[in-house]
């Protein structure tokens, strides 16, 4: 009886911190996530660095060796065509 009354945490703050972390991540704008995207997104969450120990550099390097776009980079790409409306559609506008 002893073990199995060890077995069950003082607190709940851990799994309060969980469900808090996944609030943030699960969100109307994002609710289309994969299930192993949430679960990577919480992992990273929950057990993060501190930021400023962070590497970025190698990152940021390794990102834009692979031939993808910096911020800083100038937009790309077709131009967005505007379509002008037909006569009768002038109506409703």
């Known amino acids: 009886m002893k073990k199995t009354v060890e077995l069950f945490p ?10 808090s972390a996944m609030n943030l991540q699960q969100t109307p704008t994002r609710n289309s996530l994969l299930l192993k995207t949430i679960s990577s997104l919480l992992m990273i ?4 660095q501190p930021l400023a120990s962070w590497p970025v550099t190698k ?4 990102w834009l060796q692979k031939g993808r776009h910096a911020a800083t980079d100038k937009k790309t790409g077709k ?11 002038r109506l409703f506008i």
């Open 10 to 19: 003082v607190a709940s703050a851990e799994c309060e911190r969980g469900f």
């Open 79 to 89: 131009p967005t065509v505007v379509i002008e409306a037909k006569h009768s559609s």
């Open 59 to 62: 990152y940021v390097v390794s």
């Open 45 to 48: 969450q929950i057990n993060e």
